[in-house]
Nanobody, 114 residues
Framework: QVPFVESGGGLVQPGGSLRLSCAAS????????MGWYRQAPGKQRELVAT???????NYADSVKGRFTISRDNAKIMVHLQMNSLQSEDTAVYYC????????WGQGTQVTVSS
């Protein structure tokens, strides 16, 4: 069973916005940090943004000022608001969380194209 389920991906024009959401779907325990990673075709998976249980955030330089991460601790959810999207943001986006082990979602495709 996939521990997280992502939603909100899709096709958007350059300069547009999307909001990704990730919700726990199984038994998830002792979550501390949550976040988003992405993987573009032919490239390694890279960190996009993380947020600690206390709300401390960290962003990749490439998305600073454009993306905003937030979380709902009670519902074990994490969101990623993506603005001013560029073609370079095209990738599969994965939800991630760390508890006793790393948890990953199944991924959601984001395509930025005119």
């Amino acid at each position: 069973q996939v521990p997280f389920v992502e939603s909100g991906g899709g096709l958007v024009q350059p300069g547009g916005s999307l909001r990704l959401s990730c919700a726990a779907s199984g038994s998830i325990f002792s979550i501390s940090a949550m976040g988003w990673y992405r993987q573009a075709p032919g490239k390694q998976r890279e960190l996009v943004a993380t947020i600690s249980s206390a709300g401390r955030v960290n962003y990749a330089d490439s998305v600073k000022g454009r993306f905003t991460i937030s979380r709902d601790n009670a519902k074990i959810m994490v969101h990623l608001q993506m603005n001013s999207l560029q073609s370079e943001d095209t990738a599969v986006y994965y939800c991630w969380a760390i508890g006793k082990v790393n948890y990953w979602g199944q991924g959601t495709q984001v395509t930025v194209s005119s």
